[in-house]
């Protein structure tokens, strides 16, 4: 992840094109840096062509009086004066024995591990990183340089292209700079008195608040080497006087600024915040500190890049010489909206791409590409096939579920036999599942049981199950029957794989669910006996309940609650089922949707979180043609009356369209069937029900003692403890497992980042994203691991 030292100013360069004098201006940059005093490292990660030719040498030969203070180094150097992902290829085809491509997860450590060697050396310095060829040129292993660094987030200076075609492949680079995060702190290029590009950028750029400073053109270059040095020198001894004055001396300083001023700003961030900002969830009288304050700099893939502000103080002595960001594992997914990681360039530039084409318009009864395309896949292709007709966007998944509620009520309403009075439909009801979670909107709110959620304005409207739920206790897979079910019912009932127990439509002949059948409509019937409310919908997430407490549900359950509220010998009018997958839908446990699963059809489902991956927010809220013949008709009164200023607002179509593509590319790749054939009974098949957890992680956590359960599913894993019933406000699950927010040796390994998690009470839960590597997902378990056995024998 990104480095930032208070000691070590580091930039890298980039350039606006290959030619446009990098290195030329990095020598500049270094030897300005030497003679200011100041410890200086050069690194080329990448150099190809003669050795005579190499950039690092050209740097070390022309750094000045104080050549001394300067190192230079270059990690991966091959002959051929190519791109470097054919140089790397021709080399392998030139020696005897196969070179091996380093991926960019192995080169990024290399300059990674460089770069903190160099930190340790030094109290006080400068470090510039140069790239080769242009901004877009591919590293070592065919990744771009703009995406392979991006990682690392270094401060960025852009050397602008002088040249004719200049003024365009400078800005170009620029904003291919801007869209990936990339501070750039000051654009650097040639003053060419004829084509005068630094005129037209200057001006460019300083409406964007970018400084562009000019600097001299080197000599032609000179076929005699030696008189070719003497005019090269003379060059840089202009450039770069001993007088410390002049324009390179001007851009040190200005990059000294920038680098001071970010650092300023990370300090100041928490105490500001403080001051200025309600967070939601958070009850700020237990924020005690500033030091309480996560401050990210950035994100990218399943991390955090977390500013350290302790262990980097102005009070700290010069000698804690570590970098002030930490990589912190994202463990709830962001609030479970991550997809495929943070900043993924695709969908930036798919939001940029609709940006710039829309913006937003108005979408009632008018049309885009990128919505009509998402609808399209939704309804006919992703998990609305074979039952939905209509899409209704909206702008989260709270509203997404108001959205349904309105349509499921109103359908029901028009279908009522004999009609319902006013007084009626205003008092209509649901049926849903004890704990579950819809969202903070009012009247999503009045569709769950009163709850710590709720506010003063809480109205609950309707009847709520206290469900069965699905866990592995001891290592053993089980549902626990409800309390509430008949004493003659066994409260416990193991299964031998998630395949047994997630087999809905075979379980729906056994004893159980018999029993589920019986309690179920005898619970229902003497509701609507007592007439107290109409029950008008059946609202379920399917298979988990997330803000509830992570709640798996036995499927079989809810089954048989959406066969029973369409049994019309209970209800003379079926209930509509509204499935909320919010949460869970587009892959978050492995599945599309839990429709195949359940092996029924609702007549609504709401879909969010993931839907844009991670990047902004949408909703989409699928129906039947039943409901929306509901609302079909002659009069706008009978319309849906909901909207938002931001419907179906194009940027955030085009991200969902890219989503589900990069989604689709997931499926059949190799870490998927890994993990669904570790969870599988059959060593040579794929599980349909699995988890990118270890099978053999979950079942270990679960003998803890201090552990009542886990359970574990697709992305998700949950941990529930034992020894505190105080539900919601507990703080047991964060009080054991504070030590793994940082990083920290705990004994097994050196841990080479922290986790940033979240608790819901008693229960802690991590989530992954769809593509994270088995690696981390590997180090996270360990960490978890290592940390609960600690607590488990410190309560013993």
């Avoid at 021709?90 to 990674?112: C, G, I, K, Q, W």
């Avoid at 959620?453 to 592995?472: L, M, N």
């Avoid at 509701?527 to 509830?548: S, T, Y």
């Avoid at 497992?737 to 705990?746: N, T």
Wanted: net charge neutral; charged share 20%.
């Amino acid at each position: 992840m990104s480095h930032l030292y208070r000691h070590l100013r580091i930039h890298q360069v980039f350039g606006a094109n290959t030619d446009v004098g990098k290195t030329i201006v990095t020598t500049a940059l270094v030897r300005a840096s030497a003679l200011k005093n100041n410890a200086v490292f050069y690194l080329k990660p990448i150099s190809t062509g003669p050795l005579h030719d190499a950039d690092d040498k050209h740097v070390k030969r022309f750094a000045g009086p104080n050549q001394s203070l300067v190192e230079t180094q270059c990690l991966f150097r091959y002959d051929e004066p190519v791109s470097p992902h054919l140089a790397v290829k021709m080399a392998s085809r030139a020696s005897e024995n196969a070179v091996t491509v380093p991926s960019d997860r192995t080169f990024l450590n290399s300059v990674a591990q460089y770069v903190r060697s160099c930190a340790r050396k030094c109290p006080a310095g400068h470090m510039y990183i140069e790239t080769a060829g242009g901004v877009h040129s591919p590293t070592l292993a065919g990744t771009t340089q703009l995406d392979s660094y991006r990682p690392l987030l270094f401060p960025t200076v852009l050397v602008g292209d002088s040249k004719l075609g200049g003024i365009s492949s400078t800005i170009s680079s620029y904003e291919s700079l801007l869209l990936r995060g990339y501070a750039i702190d000051a654009v650097i290029l040639f003053r060419d008195h004829y084509y005068r590009n630094y005129e037209y950028l200057s001006s460019y750029f300083a409406t964007r608040g970018l400084r562009v400073l000019s600097l001299d053109p080197p000599p032609p270059r000179l076929d005699n080497h030696a008189q070719n040095a003497e005019i090269t020198e003379a060059y840089y001894a202009k450039l770069v006087p001993g007088g410390l004055d002049g324009d390179i001396f001007e851009a040190v300083r200005h990059l000294d600024d920038c680098h001071t001023r970010r650092i300023e700003e990370l300090d100041t961030m928490p105490r500001r915040t403080l001051d200025t900002v309600w967070w939601p969830f958070v009850q700020h009288g237990l924020v005690n500190s500033e030091t309480d304050v996560t401050v990210i700099d950035s994100a990218w893939g399943d991390f955090f890049s977390v500013y350290e502000r302790a262990s980097g103080s102005p009070s700290k002595t010069i000698s804690n010489q570590n970098s002030l960001l930490s990589p912190q594992f994202d463990s709830s997914a962001s609030w479970w909206t991550q997809t495929l990681g943070h900043s993924t360039p695709s969908l930036a530039l798919a939001a940029a791409s609709a940006a710039g084409r829309y913006g937003h318009v108005i979408f009632p009864e008018a049309t885009h590409l990128p919505a009509l395309k998402l609808a399209e896949h939704l309804v006919n292709e992703g998990p609305g096939k074979g039952w939905a007709s209509r899409a209704f966007f909206s702008d989260n998944g709270s509203t997404g579920t108001e959205v349904a509620l309105k349509m499921a009520l109103r359908a029901f309403s028009a279908e009522a036999v004999p009609a319902m009075t006013p007084v009626e439909k205003q008092n209509l009801g649901v049926i849903g599942l004890k704990g579950s979670y819809h969202g903070d909107t009012i009247g999503a709110m009045d569709a769950t049981k009163e709850s710590t959620y709720s506010c003063e304005w809480h109205r609950p409207k309707g009847f709520w199950f206290d469900p069965p739920t699905v866990s592995i206790k001891r290592g053993k897979l089980a549902v626990s029957v409800s309390n509430l079910m008949p004493t003659s019912v066994p409260s416990t009932h193991h299964f031998n794989s998630l395949d047994a127990l997630y087999d809905v439509e075979g379980r729906l002949s056994s004893s159980l669910a018999e029993a589920y059948r019986l309690f179920a409509r005898q619970t229902l019937q003497a509701f609507i006996c007592a007439k107290e409310q109409k029950l008008a919908a059946l609202m379920l997430e399917p298979i988990v309940m997330g803000a509830g407490g992570m709640i798996f549900v036995d499927p079989l359950f809810q089954r048989v609650l959406v066969d029973l509220v369409r049994d019309v010998s209970l209800f003379s009018t079926p209930l509509p089922v509204i499935y909320d997958e919010v949460f869970t839908g587009l892959y978050r446990l492995g599945l599309e949707s839990a429709i195949p699963l359940l092996k029924a059809n609702p007549d609504i489902s709401v879909y969010a979180k993931m839907l844009t991956g991670g990047t902004l927010p949408l909703a989409v809220t699928l129906a039947s043609d039943r409901i929306f013949q509901a609302f079909n008709g002659e009069s706008k009164a009978d319309a849906l009356l909901h909207g938002h200023s931001y419907t179906a607002h194009p940027i955030g179509c085009q991200v969902a369209n890219e989503t589900l593509k990069l989604i689709g590319g997931l499926l059949q790749k190799e870490p998927w069937k890994a993990a669904q054939i570790k969870w599988s009974t059959d060593a040579k098949s794929r599980s349909t029900i699995w988890s990118f957890w270890e099978p053999s992680f979950a079942h270990a956590v679960s003998h803890l003692d201090i552990v009542e359960e886990v359970m574990t599913l697709g992305t998700v894993f949950t941990v529930k403890f034992n020894g505190d019933n105080t539900g919601y406000a507990s703080h047991c699950a964060r009080e054991l497992l504070r030590s793994i927010k940082g990083v920290a040796d705990d004994g097994s390994r050196s841990s080479t980042f922290g986790i940033h998690f979240r608790t819901l009470g008693n229960t802690a839960y991590f989530m992954t994203s769809l593509n994270t590597p088995r690696e981390v997902i590997e180090e996270v378990e360990n960490r978890i691991w290592v940390t609960l056995d600690a607590q488990n024998k410190g309560k013993l």
